[in-house]
C-alpha cells in the first residue's frame, strides 16, 4: 500500500553518499534500459532539501558531483548545474505525498500502455505495492505545472503513475524504493502487454487485491 512518510521522523545519509547512491540509480535505471539519452530524472530527499539529477545529463553517465541540492520551492542550494526540467514534479511530491525519493522515466512497456489505457488494471498481485491498478495521468507538455499537477492528483492512493504518451512515475520512503517500483511497473505493463495479445486479460478484484496487501504486509514482502 502507499506509504506514509514523515519527512522529518527518519535521519539521512550525508550528502556525498546520497549523491552517490543517486549517481549509481540513475547510471542503474539507464543500463536496465528504462531511460534513453537525457530523458528520465529522479530525486532523493537530503538533510537541507531534495537532491534532483541536472538538467541535460544522461543518467547514465551521471556522476556525484553533478548533482544539485535545492530547496523544497526549487531554489538551488548547492551545485553547477540546473536542475531537471521535470523539477516540479519531483517538488510535489515531497511536499503533497512526504516522498523520500522518485524516479520519473520512459520505460517502454510502460509508455506504450499509457499511450492506450486510461489506467493499467491490477493484474498481478504485487501491484498491490503500487496500490492497485496504476492511473494514467493525461498528457500535458512536459516540464509544466500543469503535467505536475495532472501526476500529483492522479497518483494519490498509489505509489506510481503512468503519464498518458509520456511516461512514469514512482515515490517512496528512500530512492531504491521508488527504483524497485519503477521496475515493478515496467514488469507489470509488460506482462499486461503479452496478456493483452492473447485476450482480455483477468484483473483482481478489490477484495483479493486488499488481501494480497495484507499477506504482503505479514510477510514482508515487497519494497
Not at 522515466?105 to 499509457?114: L, R
Not at 521508488?178 to 482480455?200: D, F, K, M, P, S
Request: hydrophobic share 45%; glycine share 10%; proline share 6%.
Amino acid at each position: 500500500m502507499p506509504d506514509s512518510i514523515d519527512a522529518l521522523s527518519r535521519p539521512l545519509p550525508g550528502l556525498p553518499e546520497l549523491r552517490e547512491e543517486m549517481a549509481a540509480a540513475g547510471r542503474a535505471v539507464a543500463h536496465e534500459g528504462l531511460v534513453t539519452g537525457t530523458s528520465g530524472n529522479l530525486s532523493c530527499r537530503a538533510p537541507d532539501g531534495v537532491l534532483i539529477s541536472p538538467a541535460g545529463v544522461a543518467l547514465g553517465r551521471l556522476q556525484a558531483e553533478q548533482i544539485p541540492l535545492v530547496d523544497l520551492d526549487g531554489r538551488v542550494i548547492e551545485g553547477e548545474l540546473p536542475p531537471s526540467s521535470e523539477i516540479n514534479l519531483h517538488l510535489g511530491m515531497y511536499r503533497r505525498y512526504g516522498a523520500g525519493g522518485v524516479v520519473h522515466t520512459h520505460a517502454p512497456m510502460s509508455v506504450a500502455v499509457a499511450c492506450v489505457v486510461d489506467e493499467l488494471p491490477c493484474v498481478h498481485y504485487l501491484m498491490a505495492d503500487l496500490g492497485g491498478h496504476v492511473p494514467v495521468a493525461p498528457y500535458f507538455t512536459f516540464g509544466t505545472q500543469e503535467l505536475a499537477d495532472a501526476v500529483h492528483n492522479a497518483i494519490e492512493g498509489h505509489t506510481a503513475a503512468l503519464m498518458a504518451n509520456h511516461g512514469t512515475l514512482a515515490y517512496g520512503k528512500d530512492l531504491a524504493t521508488a527504483a524497485a517500483r519503477t521496475q515493478l511497473l515496467e514488469w507489470v505493463a509488460t506482462l499486461y502487454w503479452h496478456a493483452a495479445v492473447i485476450g482480455r486479460p483477468r484483473t483482481l478484484t478489490e477484495a483479493e487485491q486488499r488481501d494480497a496487501a495484507a499477506e504482503l504486509a505479514r510477510r514482508g514482502y515487497g519494497t
